[in-house]
């Protein structure tokens, strides 16, 4: 019990003893005089833990700091066309899609399945979200 005690008290020393820590923009130091010359800002709630980054994502930022090549302005020009062609092809099919969901909703009676006719509502306002979003990616 003794040992446990001693222990403790040990513990809460070495906790208090903490210098303090000074954030200086997105720097942290515990140097006073540093701290005091820069005009940085006391921290009051303890010992600033840092997690070093990933092994991948310093792979990413130090692949984003190549040179990246540019593209020619007839090519991207060449692209741009090819896009808008695949989103209005898209945007044809989608629309044509919703037409037929419409007249199968329509078939349904009162007396068929409710179940189906929350099916089929449920695609066309996914068909109609995907008409809207479409639309707008056209005029970027």
């Known amino acids: 019990m003794r040992y446990f005690l001693i222990l403790c008290l040990w513990l809460v020393n070495q906790a208090l003893a903490q210098e303090k820590m000074y954030r200086c923009?997105?720097?942290y130091t515990n140097l006073?005089?540093?701290?005091?010359?820069?005009?940085?800002?006391?921290?009051e709630h303890g010992a600033v833990v840092t997690v070093p980054?990933?092994?991948?994502?310093?792979?990413?930022?130090?692949?984003a700091k190549k040179p990246i090549k540019k593209v020619s302005t007839p090519e991207q020009q060449a692209r741009d066309r090819d896009a808008k062609l695949v989103i209005e092809s898209e945007l044809k099919k989608t629309q044509s899609q919703l037409e037929e969901l419409r007249k199968n909703y329509g078939q349904i009676t009162a007396a068929q399945d409710s179940e189906r006719k929350q099916a089929i509502k449920q695609q066309m306002a996914r068909a109609e979200a995907d008409i809207v979003s479409l639309k707008r990616e056209l005029k970027r």
């Open 25 to 27: 923009g997105n720097e």
């Open 32 to 43: 006073a005089d540093r701290a005091n010359s820069v005009a940085c800002q006391a921290l």
């Open 53 to 63: 980054a990933h092994k991948r994502a310093i792979a990413v930022t130090q692949s």
